[in-house]
């Protein structure tokens, strides 16, 4: 509210010096008190960076309207000197506006279920596997898993859980290293690191017995980057597990206090990123792999957790998005134990494809041959690999991170973040989900193809023929 008021009462301020003589002067101190007393609210509960132009332009403009103030004279100023002036005033105080439309604090949405939505982070380490990151025999492979899952009615005024850490200072932590890595300055992702979500930190687990979604990030990405996606699953009866891979997320801050950061980068020649991004696909589907094990002792109660005896791992799907979409189909193809597998706009990154025996569902942006000529072949090669139905769905509208939750806080441009708003498309992106799970996990069976053609052009790959439908 204070970011609002020291808006209003700064375009006020300007309005003032325009008015009849009567007027001009309560206006003015009105309006230069309701800045006075917001700029103070908000500098004492910290001042968001968006605003700092408005609070820039009120410096300008309060010694400027002293005299107005006083009910003195106006100081007499050249045009050609006011009026460049006036326009840059005008400018800092339009900026704070624009500037928090376009990077705001995310508000997440309500997720449509039946079930109130927990949160719970644990970290394991895999002792037979050695850290690959690093030449010490002795580190071994330790990953960051957090849960959304569904729960039982939260009391009212909860806390919410923060968006991309267990703590303020781990959000902070992770969103400068997410900027970091995108080679953008800090202070842009501020606000992601100040969100809360829909979900409660350590809340009663619902009773009966769920169905286990593992996700894997983007390349650099983080376990929270799809939330929206996470909560809205888990509303629907579904217990999503979503890892940091260490080395490969942005940041991973460790139990111990230590921040792991990315080792990841390309490199400019397309064989050797090619062998890479293979190398760093094999490490997340082992990570996988790993986490469904964990899951099954912990539905034993051979490790200690609330959610012993809630877990279906029978009922398991492998997801991702990007390279963790990737990671996905290489786990499904090493693991009998997934049962279902859903490709958020990844391309394939395996060397050696072979037949898998698990339904996939792989959502697409439009993808221009001419800018990427093998993602689709690629894509459809593992699909047609698969003994069973699976899908392919090119939603129009979006970009590469329209499947994750860069829209509700990244700029509105389609280039970057697709042309469906702030949050169509994660919407289209939860449905589609929630249909494909219910079919292939839930027991829900029905025409799925009908199910999922209206969100976009559908390609149905069956074991031995392949049919389109649009969207």
């Known amino acids: 509210m204070p970011e609002i008021v020291v808006v209003l009462g700064t375009v006020l301020l300007v309005v003032a010096h325009r008015l009849p003589s009567r007027a001009r002067r309560p206006v003015a101190i009105g309006a230069a008190a309701v800045v006075l007393l917001s700029a103070t609210a908000l500098v004492l509960a910290g001042v968001r960076w968006q605003f700092v132009p408005v609070l820039a332009g009120a410096a300008i403009l309060l010694p400027v309207s002293l005299p107005v103030l006083l009910g003195r004279p106006a100081w007499r100023v050249p045009w050609w000197l006011a009026l460049p002036g006036w326009a840059v005033c005008a400018g800092l105080v339009a900026a704070g506006p624009v500037a928090s439309w376009a990077f705001p604090v995310p508000v997440f949405p309500e997720p449509s279920g039946r079930f109130p939505v927990g949160t719970l982070v644990l970290e394991w380490t895999d002792p037979g596997r050695p850290e690959p990151a690093t030449p010490d025999p002795d580190d071994r492979r330790t990953v960051v898993v957090q849960f959304w899952y569904p729960a039982q009615g939260s009391a009212a005024g909860a806390a919410r859980s923060v968006y991309l850490g267990r703590t303020e200072r781990e959000a902070r932590v992770v969103s400068g290293a997410a900027a970091?890595?995108?080679?953008?300055?800090?202070?842009?992702?501020?606000?992601?690191?100040?969100?809360?979500?829909?979900?409660?930190?350590?809340a009663a687990v619902a009773g009966g017995r769920f169905p286990v979604v593992l996700f894997s990030p983007g390349l650099g990405g983080v376990r929270t980057q799809n939330t929206a996606w996470a909560e809205e699953l888990a509303s629907l009866g579904y217990v999503v597990v979503a890892l940091d891979h260490p080395y490969d997320s942005a940041a991973v801050v460790l139990a111990d206090g230590r921040t792991v950061r990315t080792r990841v980068a390309a490199t400019g020649d397309d064989r050797e990123d090619e062998r890479r991004a293979a190398g760093?696909?094999?490490?997340?589907?082992?990570?996988?792999?790993?986490?469904?094990?964990?899951l099954g002792r912990l539905d034993r109660g051979e490790i200690a957790g609330p959610l012993t005896g809630r877990l279906d791992t029978a009922r398991a799907a492998v997801t991702g998005h990007s390279i963790g979409g990737a990671a996905a189909l290489r786990a499904a193809r090493q693991d009998s134990r997934f049962a279902a597998v859903i490709d958020l706009d990844g391309a394939p990154h395996d060397p050696e494809p072979r037949p898998f025996r698990q339904p996939v569902l792989a959502l697409t942006h439009p993808v221009d041959p001419a800018d990427n000529p093998t993602y689709i072949p690629r894509l459809t090669q593992v699909l047609e690999l698969s003994t069973a139905t699976s899908y392919r769905l090119t939603v129009p509208g979006t970009a590469h991170l329209t499947f994750t939750d860069a829209p509700l806080y990244l700029p509105p441009v389609p280039a970057l973040a697709g042309s469906?708003?702030?949050?169509?498309?994660?919407?289209i992106t939860a449905a589609t989900s929630a249909a494909f799970l219910d079919a292939t996990l839930g027991g829900k069976p029905g025409d799925l193809a009908a199910r999922l053609s209206p969100y976009g052009d559908l390609t149905v790959h069956h074991a031995d023929s392949e049919v389109r439908s649009g969207g």
């Not at 842009?188 to 809360?196: E, F, I």
């Not at 696909?281 to 082992?286: H, P, Q």
Request: charged share 20%; net charge neutral.
């Open 420 to 427: 469906l708003g702030r949050t169509e498309g994660l919407r």
């Open 180 to 202: 970091d890595y995108l080679g953008a300055p800090a202070f842009l992702l501020d606000g992601a690191s100040t969100a809360r979500t829909r979900s409660v930190p350590g």
């Open 280 to 294: 760093w696909t094999a490490v997340r589907a082992d990570d996988l792999g790993f986490v469904l094990t964990q």
